[in-house]
């Protein structure tokens, strides 16, 4: 079992940036494929990005690549997303979720591939 925590959502102007931080409990985060994802109103939950448990591997949004930074501490057994040049649709609810399943090959997209979910932070981009 794993908990995730979110935090360092908030309300940004367009252009600026803001990190988010998934904190884990848990003995075997080095385990586990982490990955974030956003839901915005009326739509359904996307993927973001997603890292290996090395950190080694990393995959992205097409509509985050260049923008958004995914990285991993095992030791702190923390998961962040740093997101820059941020647009208004960008805003969204953020989503940290873990996978401990091999899937060879994978870009840990598919929702249903993770087995735990953090709570979500609201992340606002005004124009």
């Known amino acids: 079992q794993v908990q995730l925590v979110e935090s360092g959502g908030g309300l ?4 600026g940036s803001l990190r988010l931080s998934c904190a884990t409990s848990g003995r075997t985060f080095n385990k586990y494929v982490m ?9 359904e939950r996307d ?12 995959w992205y949004a097409d509509s985050v690549k260049g923008r ?3 990285s991993r501490d095992n030791a702190k057994g923390t998961v962040y ?6 647009k208004p649709e960008d805003t969204a609810v953020y989503y940290c979720a873990a996978s401990n399943r091999a899937y060879g090959g994978s870009r840990y997209s598919n929702s249903a591939q993770y087995g735990y979910w953090g709570q979500g932070t609201q992340v606002t981009v005004s124009s």
């Open 35 to 43: 990955g974030w994802f956003r839901q915005a109103p009326g739509k």
């Open 68 to 70: 958004f930074t995914i």
């Open 81 to 86: 997303l740093q997101m820059n040049s941020l």
């Open 12 to 15: 940004v102007q367009a252009g």
């Open 47 to 58: 993927f973001v990005a997603a890292i290996a448990w090395s950190g080694i591997s990393t």
